[in-house]
């Protein structure tokens, strides 16, 4: 029988949030590490964009959003109400998307917007940074007292945020966001995204979630 492929790079983000929905829903796929200065062509070919995560499912759609993959996932089985988050999961997933995703680029490749140091880019994700700080002071995840959608799709970027500089993320008045953020990084869900695979551009692929071989 055909299997789902994914198209996926460890250490992208967007691709980390689709991987824990794929995984809390049980989804079994092909999954085929990347490089992302050597794509395969196969992917090309189903998404020009080039980006990943990239899905092709057995019946031959394509969806190369993360987001979409996290919904598509979920949509099949959502067990833990994931997409029940008071209708406010959107806005949060917005902000970090369209907002504070391009602030924490910035920040992260400062050497490469000069325009500004280190720190005066890290500045401006502070706003957001507070305000997710200060929900999670209110509850313990971003839409209430449980997990939803919102949770993981911003997870992966803050991760990322808090690694820029480690010992300044640590070190900041940010305690609600800190145990969050730990809670999440010691999960069982994220340690089983977060296998090591080889390359399938060198010849390997797997069935997942279980084939580590
Ligand atoms: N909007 C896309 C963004 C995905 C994305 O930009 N992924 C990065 C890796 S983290 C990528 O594939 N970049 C293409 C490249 O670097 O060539 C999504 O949500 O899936």
Redesign the pocket.
């Known amino acids: 029988m055909t299997q789902h492929i994914l198209y996926t790079?460890r250490r992208?983000?967007?691709?980390m949030r689709a991987r824990m929905a794929l995984a809390k829903a049980g989804i079994t796929l092909e999954l085929r590490e990347i490089l992302?200065k050597d794509k395969p062509q196969d992917m090309l070919d189903h998404s020009p964009k080039?980006?990943?995560?990239t899905l092709i499912t057995a019946s031959g759609e394509v969806i190369?959003?993360?987001?979409d993959l996290m919904y598509w996932a979920l949509e099949q089985n959502d067990a833990d109400n994931w997409l029940t988050d008071n209708g406010i999961g959107s806005q949060w997933i917005d902000a970090c998307d369209n907002h504070f995703k391009t602030l924490l680029d910035k920040y992260k490749y400062a050497d490469r917007h000069p325009e500004l140091s280190e720190s005066e880019h890290r500045k401006k994700t502070l706003p957001f940074i507070n305000t997710l700080n200060e929900q999670l002071n209110k509850s313990t995840y971003l839409t209430g007292s449980k997990l939803s959608i919102a949770d993981i799709a911003i997870f992966p970027f803050i991760r990322q945020y808090a690694m820029v500089d480690k010992q300044w993320f640590d070190t900041q008045p940010y305690p609600a966001l800190q145990r969050w953020l730990a809670e999440l990084l010691d999960s069982k869900l994220f340690s089983s995204i977060m296998k090591k695979y080889k390359l399938f551009n060198d010849g390997r692929s797997y069935t997942w979630p279980e084939d580590l071989n």
């Open positions: 790079f992208c983000p967007f691709a992302l080039g980006t990943v995560p190369d959003e993360s987001l």
